[in-house]
């Protein structure tokens, strides 16, 4: 069973980099949500496994949306995408429950290595 | 075929113009309202997410510039710093910088210098004060100054269509051109004509493909859709959206919705079950549910699939005996497609209760008389107790359909390919008679066969009695395909396949709704459109 992510980001380019990525690496990408409010909606009505959250969002930050999606579904692994100077964001961010961050830009191996751990994990923990 | 690489920089590109736009847009508001907050934090992210693409991208210029940008942008918006004084001029300088930096990508062209700028940014993060460099003579900078414009223009569907009736009316008088220069016979007006064949087909094809739009634009809106349904009917929907990149013409996505929201809101409602009827029958809690889009030949398929509690074809056996729509002796011996036809019949509703956003007494066949406007088919396919597929079948374009040319009576009509099933020859033999009509063994299957002509001039009594001595040689049929239903239409001659450009039938000849419209041939003669599911519902109506 493939895992299913979904992808928050306010950028087109970072989205579709994003999701070519983990396409190609096999996972199923079930939706892209451009700001705080889409994302909301899209975690209840796909309920993804896995979601990458920007921390800058144009409607609410990423750990306001954070806190959101952890409302709507404790469970779901976040992984959050930051730039360098944002570490005080990410350690917040990571207390409030993301499960870990990558930082931008990032390469495509980073990412499957993050995406995948973040994902093994829960898989132990589910076990 | 594009590479990934190119795909990028595109994008990049499309997207750095526009944070372009709305930097230079904000920091002039900012200017006028140094306390105006949103416009902060706009230019705070826009220089963020500018800043993650271009290194990104490997542009790094943009990113270090675009980076001291954000950071400036930052300490004001937490007050560490305010937007005023020489601050201005730099940021200002700053934005015009990134926009000379994002042409330059776009161009090719080197990089404009950004080491006073970076300076002057780095004094700013540090506290000091920048050193501004009054440009000598401010008509250099003038003349350097570039207004760009985006690539990408909105322009109003109804623009768009009238340029394909315009590219319609073309291609008839293009056709009619063709046959006229076969017909002289002159060589030189030949080759004009086949150029003109050329161009016109190229122009079709690109007025239909600026009209595409993905499909996604539609099936994105309906993660809120599927939420606020399943919360109203207590239920719990797990959305899978598939195939959002498929294009289709404009006006087709914009005559489905309807048709789309009620095929979900239906699956919701009445398709999946509650929770704990599912954990019942051994589901898991949340239902699922899928939009999905592909392109199969020339037609895009969308797809709206449940694995609810799926159709009882008994049950809609029963009620469409009930409603009068067919006979039980006849009903009896229908199969399962047949009957899940009966779903499509107007005022014919499966729901046992009315529920507030499956809409009341909105049934099934006004999602049919969306689908049968564009020329599409609507399917159902559905397992007890497994799900159903609802399956819309439409063209990708509305312009030209793929049609089959016959002729009756000395007269030529033509019928949409999306209509057709299959062409066959028989022979007397082949054909039967059973309480009046006509029929035929045809793939396995038991079709009604009848002439055209008589059911075209039938009048308003029922069809007469077929005698199978009135068939006379081989006989020529068409087989077409509406709504699980297949029936033959006797034709006179099969013409050929040809691609149309349908007109609507004018006034006062729109009430007849036989005809779906008109074409006119190469030769200047007018066809008649068939339009099959009137022609269909005329012979249910009138069999013997």
């Not at chain 1, 980073?110 to 973040?118: M, N, Q, R, T, Y």
């Not at chain 2, 049950?315 to 409603?323: D, G, H, L, W």
């Not at chain 2, 020859?425 to 055209?452: F, K």
């Amino acid at each position: 069973m493939k895992n299913r992510i979904l992808i928050v980001d306010d950028s087109f380019y970072m989205r579709t980099m994003l999701k070519n990525m983990l396409t190609d690496a096999g996972y199923e990408v079930v939706g892209e949500a451009a700001n705080g409010q889409q994302a909301l909606e899209m975690t209840s009505a796909t309920n993804p496994d896995l979601i990458t959250l920007d921390v800058i969002l144009p409607d609410n930050t990423g750990l306001d949306v954070l806190k959101g999606i952890r409302q709507v579904n404790p469970t779901v692994k976040v992984v959050m995408c930051s730039a360098v100077g944002q570490e005080i964001i990410v350690n917040e961010a990571l207390e409030s429950g993301a499960s870990a961050y990558i930082v931008k830009p990032f390469s495509e191996e980073k990412v499957l290595e993050i995406v995948g751990s973040a994902l093994q994990n829960s898989e132990e923990n589910d076990a | 075929m594009k590479s990934r690489e190119q795909e990028y920089r595109e994008i990049f590109m499309s997207e750095a113009l526009e944070y372009y736009d709305a930097m230079s847009r904000h920091i002039s508001e900012l200017e006028k309202n140094p306390e105006d907050t949103a416009a902060l934090n706009e230019l705070f992210r826009l220089m963020h997410n500018l800043k993650s693409n271009a290194r990104a991208m490997g542009y790094n210029q943009i990113g270090e510039v675009s980076h001291e940008m954000e950071t400036i942008f930052g300490l004001i918006r937490d007050k560490e710093k305010s937007f005023a004084g020489t601050v201005v001029p730099v940021l200002f300088t700053g934005v015009d910088t990134l926009g000379a930096m994002i042409r330059a990508v776009g161009e090719d062209a080197e990089m404009p210098p950004t080491e006073d700028l970076l300076a002057n940014l780095d004094r700013l993060v540090q506290g000091e004060e920048p050193i501004l460099i009054i440009a000598e003579s401010d008509t250099d900078e003038e003349a350097g100054r570039k207004l760009e414009l985006s690539d990408l223009v909105y322009i109003q569907i109804k623009k768009l269509d009238h340029l394909l009736n315009l590219v319609g009316e073309l291609i008839i008088d293009r056709d009619r051109i063709m046959t006229l220069g076969r017909e002289i016979g002159h060589p030189a007006l030949q080759a004009a004509a086949s150029h003109l064949f050329r161009i016109t087909d190229e122009l079709q094809y690109s007025v239909m493909d600026a009209r595409l739009v993905n499909v996604g634009s539609l099936f994105n809106k309906f993660p809120r859709v599927v939420r606020d349904v399943a919360a109203s009917e207590q239920k719990e929907v797990t959305l899978r959206l598939e195939g959002q990149d498929i294009q289709i013409d404009r006006n087709i996505l914009q005559i489905i919705t309807d048709a789309l929201l009620h095929l979900v809101r239906n699956a919701i409602a009445h398709g999946i079950e509650t929770p704990q009827e599912r954990q019942k029958a051994n589901k898991s809690p949340a239902g699922r549910l899928t939009l999905s889009a592909q392109t199969e030949r020339d037609d895009v398929l969308i797809r709206v699939a449940d694995d609810g509690r799926g159709i009882d074809v008994e049950s809609v056996r029963r009620k469409a005996i009930e409603r009068g729509l067919v006979r039980a002796e006849v009903a009896a011996n229908l199969d399962a497609n047949a009957v899940r036809a009966f779903l499509f019949e107007p005022g014919f509703s499966m729901a046992k209760e009315v529920t507030e956003i499956s809409g009341r007494g909105v049934g099934l066949d006004v999602v049919k008389l969306a689908i049968d406007s564009l020329g599409g088919q609507l399917r159902v396919e559905s397992e007890l107790g497994q799900g159903t597929i609802f399956t819309l079948v439409l063209p990708t374009s509305i312009a030209v359909k793929g049609a089959l040319l016959f002729e009756l009576e000395e007269r030529s009509y033509a019928i949409p390919l999306m209509h057709t099933d299959s062409v066959v020859a028989l022979e007397p033999e082949e054909l039967h008679v059973v309480g009046g009509t006509l029929m035929a063994r045809i793939q396995e299957e038991n079709v009604p066969i009848v002439n055209l002509k008589t059911l075209l001039h039938s009048g308003d009594g029922p069809l007469p009695a077929a005698i199978h001595e009135d068939l006379v040689g081989r006989q020529r049929i068409i087989i077409v395909d509406y709504n699980n239903r297949k029936l033959g239409l006797i034709v006179d001659r099969f013409l050929r396949q040809q691609d149309i450009v349908i007109k609507p039938v004018s006034k006062p000849l729109d009430t007849i709704d036989l005809f779906g419209g008109v074409t006119l041939l190469g030769s200047g003669h007018v066809c008649l459109v068939l339009d099959v599911p009137a022609l269909t519902r005329l012979f249910l109506a009138k069999r013997p």
